[in-house]
């Protein structure tokens, strides 16, 4: 609907995206001398930020994008993300794109998707505290007041914020909300209780997605499958925090992303064998910048833990 | 007071524009209709008392050369003398149905041509007034049309000028003898209202100011403008004069809409932090013409 749109959501779409990379990227944050080869360290921070924001505030860039034209889609626009995200040496995986859990973890939104308003807090500067009704004669005088209970717990904003470049903003909008470390408050459904515990615990985590899956591939390489007797045969194993936040994740799975599921029974069987083999080989990430080999590998994991 | 009744479900969502929900009751047919509009289509729900659902139609904005799609802004049902219509605003123009939204008798190309390539253009805020239907636009004139008894014979007979800003809402009632002149007030994104009579002719009676919020929603009952702003706020404001009489700090957030139960004498609004406030209050000292 509106030409004068596009700007605001780029920006805002943008920042956000740079508070997220900055945060995850210090979180790797090791000391230069110190650091192994696949390992960023505080200059590989700052040169992946300062390639995407000269990027993101190119000046045909910006004269581009403040012309009055109608919104992108939402294809369009992740295109744009994608490529700008790509102007550094880093290297992002699909799905670190898609899924965002914040809302989820700060309690601003529910499981259900819907939004919590709450009924407190400062107001818009220019609104008054709801409940008072103020009546006027001809002359413009008041002539009665009368209060009335709304509900709520509000309060006037403190002051207008600042419109100049630099100033108090008064308002939390267009901060990092990625900035403090916040304990992740999870619903302890069963089976997941292990996994949220462990994720507690490791507040910079190593991410090395490819030793881990080797890992993974050798437990279920060697392990024997019994009969099925109980209700749940072999093991389920949940990437996410907790078990609603997987439901989440798929219900919020774009249908572009197609993946196979491979069924892989880890019998002693010779055979199953060689085939688990051959698969464990296909789990090679194959595009690989020619630049910062590992170092991409790792930001797939790293991006994966949002 | 008010009772809530049995919730309809509407097979889609709700676009968030204000004044997104109109209502037809034809109680000689036991029939309620419900219009909300979504992007561009807009969904036409008739329910049997007690919310029975019965028929839902959705209707689509008229295409125009351009590639993107039009957005309709608002759904309304427009009661004349001998007739009712169902009017449908959106980007490109004015659409008007048969009461069913079954056949469409009347189409309106807005003519955008001294709007700069910024400037969105659009129709907005529908009402009806004797045998006219009054329709804002972008631009901030009201279009007015004249409407036969039946047939699609519908004529465009002029254009009113009052606003500078776009139109968010109109609001009518019947004249009623000589007390009460005034039988329209328009309301812009500027706050700025208009009050108009349409006998004999339409004609702007006064300009009630803003004060720098967009006033979403009018309404206007016994010569009283009922009015709902930005911030919060609601005001009434005597038609003929302009005095503002009452002023009601009622939402913590802007006012989407303003409804007026006429018969009751009451009115409800509804604001963007879903807060329901009854205005029996208000409206109890108002009633006595003597108060101003």
């Known amino acids: 609907m509106s030409v004068r749109t596009l700007p605001l959501l780029f920006l805002n779409l943008g920042g956000e995206m740079l508070y997220i990379l900055d945060q995850r990227l210090r979180a790797q944050n090791i000391p230069g001398d110190k650091a192994r080869k696949d390992e960023w360290t505080e200059v590989d921070r700052k040169r992946v930020l300062n390639d995407i924001i000269s990027t993101m505030f190119n000046r045909k860039f910006m004269e581009e994008l403040f012309k009055p034209q109608e919104l992108y889609s939402k294809k369009a626009l992740r295109t744009v993300y994608n490529r700008l995200a790509h102007a550094s040496i880093m290297r992002l995986n699909q799905a670190s794109m898609d899924k965002v859990s914040t809302f989820l973890k700060d309690k601003v939104q529910n499981s259900n998707g819907r939004f919590v308003l709450p009924v407190s807090g400062p107001l818009p500067w220019g609104t008054e505290v709801p409940g008072l009704i103020r009546m006027f004669n001809n002359k413009g005088e008041e002539v009665k007041k009368i209060e009335f209970k709304h509900g709520g717990n509000y309060v006037t904003a403190p002051k207008e914020g600042s419109f100049e470049l630099y100033g108090d903003r008064v308002l939390k909008l267009g901060t990092n909300m990625y900035s403090v470390n916040q304990p992740v408050e999870t619903h302890m459904s069963r089976g997941s209780k292990n996994l949220a515990s462990r994720t507690q615990e490791n507040i910079a985590p190593n991410p090395l997605a490819k030793e881990e899956l080797n890992l993974l591939a050798r437990l279920m390489g060697g392990m024997e499958i019994k009969k099925p007797s109980g209700p749940e045969p072999g093991f389920r194993l949940n990437l996410f925090t907790t078990d609603e936040e997987e439901e989440q994740a798929a219900l919020t799975r774009p249908e572009e992303l197609s993946y196979e599921v491979i069924n892989i029974q880890a019998t002693q069987d010779e055979q199953r064998n060689e085939e688990l083999a051959r698969i464990m080989g296909e789990f090679e990430i194959l595009d690989q910048p020619k630049q910062s080999a590992s170092k991409g590998d790792d930001l797939l994991a790293m991006m994966d833990e949002l | ?292």
């Open chain 2, 1 to 292: 007071m008010f009772r809530r009744e049995r919730s309809i479900s509407l097979r889609g969502s709700a676009a968030a524009l204000c004044n997104n929900l109109s209502v037809l009751q034809l109680p000689a047919h036991n029939l309620t209709y419900f219009g909300v509009v979504h992007g561009p289509s807009a969904q036409i729900l008739s329910a049997a008392p007690e919310g029975v659902p019965l028929a839902q139609r959705h209707l689509h904005a008229k295409e125009g050369a351009g590639v993107s799609p039009s957005l309709i802004t608002q759904v309304h049902w427009c009661v004349l003398p001998f007739r009712v219509l169902l009017v449908l605003t959106s980007h490109r123009g004015i659409q008007m149905y048969e009461s069913d939204g079954s056949i469409m008798v009347y189409w309106h190309a807005l003519d955008s041509g001294d709007a700069s390539p910024v400037q969105a253009v659009f129709a907005r805020g529908i009402a009806a007034s004797g045998h006219f239907i009054c329709v804002g636009t972008w631009s901030g004139r009201v279009l007015v049309f004249d409407i036969p008894a039946k047939g699609p014979n519908i004529v465009l007979s002029e254009e009113l000028a009052g606003h500078q800003t776009a139109v968010t809402d109109i609001a009518t009632e019947p004249a009623q003898g000589q007390d009460c002149v005034a039988d329209m007030v328009t309301a812009d994104d500027s706050g700025l209202l208009c009050v108009w009579r349409s006998r004999p002719e339409f004609t702007l009676l006064i300009r009630i100011p803003g004060f720098g919020v967009p006033c979403p929603s009018v309404q206007l009952w016994q010569g009283i403008v009922a009015a709902s702003y930005g911030n919060g706020q609601v005001r009434l404001y005597e038609a003929t004069t302009g005095t503002l009489h009452v002023q009601i700090n009622a939402h913590a957030r802007a006012i989407c809409a303003l409804d007026l139960a006429p018969e009751a004498g009451k009115g409800t609004w509804t604001g963007h932090c879903s807060l329901y406030i009854s205005c029996q209050d208000v409206w109890t000292p108002i009633l006595p013409p003597c108060f101003f």
